[in-house]
T-cell receptor
Framework: GQSLEQPSEVTAVEGAIVQINCTYQ??????LSWYQQHDGGAPTFLSY????GLEETGRFSSFLSRSDSYGYLLLQELQMKDSASYFC???????????FGTGTQLKVEL | DTGVSQDPRHKITKRGQNVTFRCDPI?????LYWYRQTLGQGPEFLTY????????KSRLLSDRFSAERPKGSFSTLEIQRTEQGDSAMYLC?????????????FGPGTRLTVT
Protein backbone atom coordinates (compact mmCIF):
# COMPACT_ATOMS: atom_id res chain seq x y z
CA GLY A 1 0.00 0.00 0.00
CA GLN A 2 0.87 3.65 0.15
CA SER A 3 1.41 5.96 3.13
CA LEU A 4 2.37 9.61 3.40
CA GLU A 5 3.50 11.84 6.25
CA GLN A 6 3.23 15.59 6.44
CA PRO A 7 3.19 18.05 9.35
CA SER A 8 -0.30 18.68 10.67
CA GLU A 9 0.05 22.43 11.01
CA VAL A 10 2.36 25.24 9.93
CA THR A 11 2.11 28.93 10.81
CA ALA A 12 3.85 31.76 8.97
CA VAL A 13 3.55 35.50 8.53
CA GLU A 14 2.35 37.32 5.45
CA GLY A 15 5.14 37.87 2.93
CA ALA A 16 7.27 35.03 4.25
CA ILE A 17 8.32 31.75 2.64
CA VAL A 18 7.09 28.42 3.96
CA GLN A 19 8.01 24.84 3.11
CA ILE A 20 5.63 21.91 3.62
CA ASN A 21 7.37 18.54 3.64
CA CYS A 22 6.01 15.19 2.61
CA THR A 23 7.57 11.76 2.95
CA TYR A 24 5.98 8.75 1.36
CA GLN A 25 6.13 4.99 1.13
CA UNK A 26 4.74 3.28 -1.90
CA UNK A 27 5.38 0.53 -4.39
CA UNK A 28 5.64 1.41 -8.06
CA UNK A 29 5.98 5.16 -7.60
CA UNK A 30 4.87 7.33 -10.52
CA UNK A 31 4.78 10.82 -9.07
CA LEU A 32 3.79 13.23 -6.31
CA SER A 33 1.02 15.83 -6.59
CA TRP A 34 0.07 18.75 -4.36
CA TYR A 35 -3.46 20.04 -3.74
CA GLN A 36 -4.83 23.02 -1.84
CA GLN A 37 -8.15 22.95 -0.02
CA HIS A 38 -9.80 25.92 1.66
CA ASP A 39 -12.27 25.28 4.48
CA GLY A 40 -15.54 24.13 2.97
CA GLY A 41 -14.05 23.99 -0.52
CA ALA A 42 -12.93 21.32 -2.93
CA PRO A 43 -9.28 20.31 -3.37
CA THR A 44 -7.61 22.16 -6.23
CA PHE A 45 -4.53 20.99 -8.07
CA LEU A 46 -1.31 22.96 -7.53
CA SER A 47 1.62 21.00 -8.91
CA TYR A 48 3.14 17.61 -9.54
CA UNK A 49 6.57 16.05 -9.88
CA UNK A 50 7.26 12.81 -11.71
CA UNK A 51 11.02 13.34 -11.87
CA UNK A 52 13.58 14.60 -9.36
CA GLY A 53 13.98 18.33 -9.08
CA LEU A 54 12.10 21.54 -8.69
CA GLU A 55 8.94 22.59 -10.56
CA GLU A 56 7.98 26.25 -10.34
CA THR A 57 4.52 27.68 -10.89
CA GLY A 58 4.32 31.31 -9.92
CA ARG A 59 4.63 31.70 -6.16
CA PHE A 60 4.44 27.94 -5.65
CA SER A 61 7.25 25.44 -6.25
CA SER A 62 7.37 21.73 -5.66
CA PHE A 63 10.41 19.51 -5.22
CA LEU A 64 10.90 15.77 -5.43
CA SER A 65 13.69 13.42 -4.45
CA ARG A 66 12.75 9.90 -5.49
CA SER A 67 15.80 8.36 -3.80
CA ASP A 68 14.74 9.88 -0.47
CA SER A 69 10.99 9.30 -1.00
CA TYR A 70 10.58 12.95 -0.12
CA GLY A 71 9.04 16.04 -1.56
CA TYR A 72 8.08 19.52 -0.48
CA LEU A 73 5.86 22.39 -1.49
CA LEU A 74 7.38 25.85 -1.24
CA LEU A 75 5.10 28.86 -1.00
CA GLN A 76 6.68 32.28 -1.45
CA GLU A 77 5.39 35.78 -0.72
CA LEU A 78 2.68 34.35 1.48
CA GLN A 79 -0.73 35.99 1.34
CA MET A 80 -3.64 35.68 3.73
CA LYS A 81 -5.58 33.82 1.05
CA ASP A 82 -2.94 31.05 1.19
CA SER A 83 -4.38 29.97 4.55
CA ALA A 84 -5.71 26.52 3.69
CA SER A 85 -4.92 22.82 3.96
CA TYR A 86 -2.28 21.42 1.66
CA PHE A 87 -2.20 17.76 0.70
CA CYS A 88 0.52 15.76 -0.95
CA UNK A 89 -0.75 12.80 -2.96
CA UNK A 90 1.18 9.92 -4.43
CA UNK A 91 0.35 8.02 -7.58
CA UNK A 92 1.73 4.54 -7.18
CA UNK A 93 1.04 0.87 -6.84
CA UNK A 94 0.63 0.40 -10.57
CA UNK A 95 -2.71 2.16 -10.72
CA UNK A 96 -4.09 5.53 -11.60
CA UNK A 97 -5.50 6.49 -8.24
CA UNK A 98 -4.04 9.10 -5.91
CA UNK A 99 -3.39 8.36 -2.24
CA PHE A 100 -3.57 11.55 -0.21
CA GLY A 101 -1.74 12.48 2.96
CA THR A 102 -3.61 13.77 6.00
CA GLY A 103 -2.86 17.35 5.07
CA THR A 104 -1.00 20.32 6.50
CA GLN A 105 -3.06 23.24 7.73
CA LEU A 106 -1.27 26.47 6.87
CA LYS A 107 -2.14 29.57 8.85
CA VAL A 108 -0.88 32.88 7.50
CA GLU A 109 -0.79 35.66 10.05
CA LEU A 110 -0.28 39.41 9.71
CA ASP B 1 -17.49 23.97 -19.36
CA THR B 2 -18.21 24.97 -15.78
CA GLY B 3 -16.27 22.21 -14.06
CA VAL B 4 -17.27 19.14 -12.11
CA SER B 5 -20.74 19.28 -10.58
CA GLN B 6 -22.28 17.11 -7.89
CA ASP B 7 -25.82 16.67 -6.73
CA PRO B 8 -27.11 16.96 -4.09
CA ARG B 9 -24.75 19.18 -2.13
CA HIS B 10 -26.14 18.02 1.18
CA LYS B 11 -28.02 14.89 2.18
CA ILE B 12 -29.38 13.96 5.58
CA THR B 13 -30.70 10.44 5.90
CA LYS B 14 -31.66 8.00 8.59
CA ARG B 15 -29.59 4.95 9.30
CA GLY B 16 -30.61 2.04 7.13
CA GLN B 17 -31.82 4.14 4.20
CA ASN B 18 -30.28 4.06 0.73
CA VAL B 19 -28.81 7.18 -0.85
CA THR B 20 -27.59 7.98 -4.35
CA PHE B 21 -25.28 10.78 -5.42
CA ARG B 22 -24.64 12.07 -8.91
CA CYS B 23 -21.47 13.48 -10.46
CA ASP B 24 -21.13 15.24 -13.82
CA PRO B 25 -17.47 15.47 -14.84
CA ILE B 26 -15.77 17.93 -17.15
CA UNK B 27 -17.02 16.86 -20.56
CA UNK B 28 -13.69 16.13 -22.22
CA UNK B 29 -12.37 14.07 -19.28
CA UNK B 30 -12.64 10.32 -19.68
CA UNK B 31 -11.58 9.44 -16.11
CA LEU B 32 -13.88 9.88 -13.14
CA TYR B 33 -12.99 9.24 -9.50
CA TRP B 34 -14.93 9.00 -6.26
CA TYR B 35 -13.37 9.89 -2.90
CA ARG B 36 -14.61 10.16 0.65
CA GLN B 37 -13.27 12.79 3.05
CA THR B 38 -13.83 13.12 6.78
CA LEU B 39 -12.86 16.06 8.95
CA GLY B 40 -9.12 16.50 9.32
CA GLN B 41 -8.28 13.83 6.77
CA GLY B 42 -7.29 13.81 3.13
CA PRO B 43 -9.57 12.47 0.43
CA GLU B 44 -9.74 8.66 0.54
CA PHE B 45 -9.98 6.89 -2.80
CA LEU B 46 -13.11 4.82 -3.37
CA THR B 47 -13.21 3.93 -7.05
CA TYR B 48 -12.51 5.21 -10.54
CA UNK B 49 -13.77 4.82 -14.09
CA UNK B 50 -12.18 5.21 -17.46
CA UNK B 51 -15.06 5.91 -19.78
CA UNK B 52 -17.77 3.45 -18.66
CA UNK B 53 -15.38 0.84 -17.27
CA UNK B 54 -14.82 0.69 -13.50
CA UNK B 55 -11.10 -0.05 -13.36
CA UNK B 56 -10.32 0.03 -9.67
CA LYS B 57 -12.21 -0.18 -6.42
CA SER B 58 -10.80 0.35 -2.95
CA ARG B 59 -10.51 -2.73 -0.79
CA LEU B 60 -11.96 -0.60 2.00
CA LEU B 61 -15.19 -0.19 0.09
CA SER B 62 -17.86 -2.44 1.48
CA ASP B 63 -20.45 -4.23 -0.62
CA ARG B 64 -22.97 -1.59 0.41
CA PHE B 65 -21.27 0.85 -1.95
CA SER B 66 -21.75 0.68 -5.70
CA ALA B 67 -20.89 3.08 -8.49
CA GLU B 68 -21.86 3.26 -12.14
CA ARG B 69 -20.98 5.32 -15.16
CA PRO B 70 -23.30 3.82 -17.73
CA LYS B 71 -22.54 5.96 -20.78
CA GLY B 72 -19.11 7.17 -19.86
CA SER B 73 -20.41 10.59 -18.89
CA PHE B 74 -22.08 11.17 -15.50
CA SER B 75 -21.64 8.74 -12.62
CA THR B 76 -23.72 7.71 -9.63
CA LEU B 77 -22.57 6.44 -6.24
CA GLU B 78 -25.11 4.50 -4.21
CA ILE B 79 -24.80 3.59 -0.56
CA GLN B 80 -27.23 0.97 0.67
CA ARG B 81 -28.32 0.52 4.28
CA THR B 82 -26.43 3.59 5.42
CA GLU B 83 -24.58 3.57 8.74
CA GLN B 84 -23.49 6.47 10.92
CA GLY B 85 -19.90 5.79 9.91
CA ASP B 86 -20.82 6.67 6.34
CA SER B 87 -21.22 10.31 7.34
CA ALA B 88 -18.60 12.19 5.31
CA MET B 89 -18.04 14.44 2.33
CA TYR B 90 -18.20 12.47 -0.92
CA LEU B 91 -16.05 14.03 -3.59
CA CYS B 92 -16.03 13.37 -7.29
CA UNK B 93 -13.11 14.28 -9.54
CA UNK B 94 -12.33 13.95 -13.22
CA UNK B 95 -9.20 13.99 -15.33
CA UNK B 96 -7.73 13.15 -18.68
CA UNK B 97 -6.28 9.67 -19.08
CA UNK B 98 -2.56 8.92 -18.76
CA UNK B 99 -0.63 11.48 -16.77
CA UNK B 100 -3.86 13.32 -16.25
CA UNK B 101 -4.25 11.21 -13.13
CA UNK B 102 -1.88 13.62 -11.38
CA UNK B 103 -4.12 16.58 -12.11
CA UNK B 104 -7.64 15.87 -11.01
CA UNK B 105 -10.45 18.41 -10.96
CA PHE B 106 -12.73 18.06 -7.97
CA GLY B 107 -16.38 18.87 -7.62
CA PRO B 108 -17.83 20.68 -4.58
CA GLY B 109 -18.80 17.41 -2.92
CA THR B 110 -21.92 15.94 -1.36
CA ARG B 111 -22.01 16.13 2.42
CA LEU B 112 -23.79 13.09 3.83
CA THR B 113 -25.09 13.03 7.37
CA VAL B 114 -26.53 9.76 8.66
CA THR B 115 -28.64 10.14 11.79
Amino acid sequence: GQSLEQPSEVTAVEGAIVQINCTYQTSGFYGLSWYQQHDGGAPTFLSYNALDGLEETGRFSSFLSRSDSYGYLLLQELQMKDSASYFCAVRGGGGNKLTFGTGTQLKVEL
Amino acid sequence: DTGVSQDPRHKITKRGQNVTFRCDPISEHNRLYWYRQTLGQGPEFLTYFQNEAQLEKSRLLSDRFSAERPKGSFSTLEIQRTEQGDSAMYLCASSHAGDGAYEQYFGPGTRLTVT
